[in-house]
T-cell receptor
Framework: AQKITQTQPGMFVQEKEAVTLDCTYDTSDPSYGLFWYKQPSSGEMIFLIYQGSYDQQNATEGRYSLNFQKARKSANLVISASQLGDSAMYFCAMREGRVQGAQKLVFGQGTRLTINP | GAGVSQSPSNKVTEKGKDVELRCDPISGHTALYWYRQSLGQGLEFLIYFQGNSAPDKSGLPSDRFSAERTGGSVSTLTIQRTQQEDSAVYLC?????????????FGSGTQLSVL
C-alpha cells in the first residue's frame, strides 16, 4: 500500500493566488514526521516545511503552511500569494520513527505546480 | 561550495558497463543518503551512512549496487553491469544529526542513462 499519496499530478494556478497541494499518508507508527520538498527544474530538492506527529500546532515557514489533520492522516501544503518562482515539482515525504538514527524518508509521487502570470 | 556536490551531473553508459557516482556532502554533516528518482516518480531510498558505516542498506535494488564512504565525507555509489532499468537520477543528501529537525540537503543529482 502507498505510504504517501499525492493525488494531484499537476496543478495550474494564477499568480498571487493561494494554492493547496494535497498529501495523505499511511502509518501505524505513533511517532512520525512529515516533510515537503520543492524540486525546481534544476533537480535539487529544497526543504520547505516539517510537521512532527506530536506537534500541537500547524507548521508555518513564511508563505508555506502545513494543514495537518492527524485524524484524517493528511498533511496538505498551503502556499499563500503564489509567485512565478513557485513553479516546480512538490513532494510530500514521511519519516517513520527512527531506524538506527536514519532520516529515512518515503516520498510521494509529487505534484507539478505551474504558476501562470 | 557550501552545498552537496555530485559528479558527474550526467552519465551515459552502455549496458553491462560499471559506473561510479560521487557525492561530496556538506562539510561536517555526519549522515549521508543516496536516493534514486526514476522518470516522473518520487524518490526511492537506497542507502544511509552514519560516518563511514552503512547501518541501512535496505533500499539497494540488487547486489550489483554498492556504496562506500571514506573519511566520513565523500561517498561513491557503484553500479556494476548496468542494466537499462538502472537509468534514473541518483540523488545524494546529507544532514547534521542532532540539530533539531533533521533537514536533508540534496545535491542536484547524477542523471544516469544506460543504453
Amino acid at each position: 500500500a502507498q505510504k504517501i499519496t499525492q493525488t494531484q499530478p499537476g496543478m495550474f494556478v494564477q499568480e498571487k493566488e493561494a494554492v493547496t497541494l494535497d498529501c495523505t499518508y499511511d502509518t501505524s507508527d505513533p511517532s512520525y514526521g512529515l516533510f515537503w520538498y520543492k524540486q525546481p527544474s534544476s533537480g535539487e530538492m529544497i526543504f520547505l516545511i516539517y510537521q512532527g506527529s506530536y506537534d500541537q500546532q500547524n507548521a508555518t515557514e513564511g508563505r508555506y503552511s502545513l494543514n495537518f489533520q492527524k485524524a484524517r492522516k493528511s498533511a496538505n501544503l498551503v502556499i499563500s500569494a503564489s509567485q512565478l518562482g513557485d513553479s516546480a515539482m512538490y513532494f510530500c515525504a514521511m519519516r517513520e520513527g527512527r531506524v538506527q538514527g536514519a532520516q529515512k524518508l518515503v516520498f510521494g509521487q509529487g505534484t507539478r505546480l505551474t504558476i501562470n502570470p | 561550495g557550501a552545498g552537496v556536490s555530485q559528479s558527474p551531473s550526467n552519465k551515459v553508459t552502455e549496458k553491462g558497463k560499471d559506473v561510479e557516482l560521487r557525492c561530496d556532502p556538506i562539510s561536517g554533516h555526519t549522515a549521508l543518503y543516496w536516493y534514486r528518482q526514476s522518470l516522473g516518480q518520487g524518490l526511492e531510498f537506497l542507502i544511509y551512512f552514519q560516518g563511514n558505516s552503512a547501518p541501512d542498506k535496505s533500499g539497494l535494488p540488487s547486489d550489483r549496487f554498492s556504496a562506500e564512504r571514506t573519511g566520513g565525507s565523500v561517498s561513491t555509489l557503484t553500479i556494476q553491469r548496468t542494466q537499462q532499468e538502472d537509468s534514473a537520477v541518483y540523488l545524494c543528501a546529507s544532514s547534521l544529526q542532532g540539530a533539531g529537525v533533521e533537514k536533508l540537503f540534496f545535491g542536484s543529482g547524477t542523471q544516469l542513462s544506460v543504453l
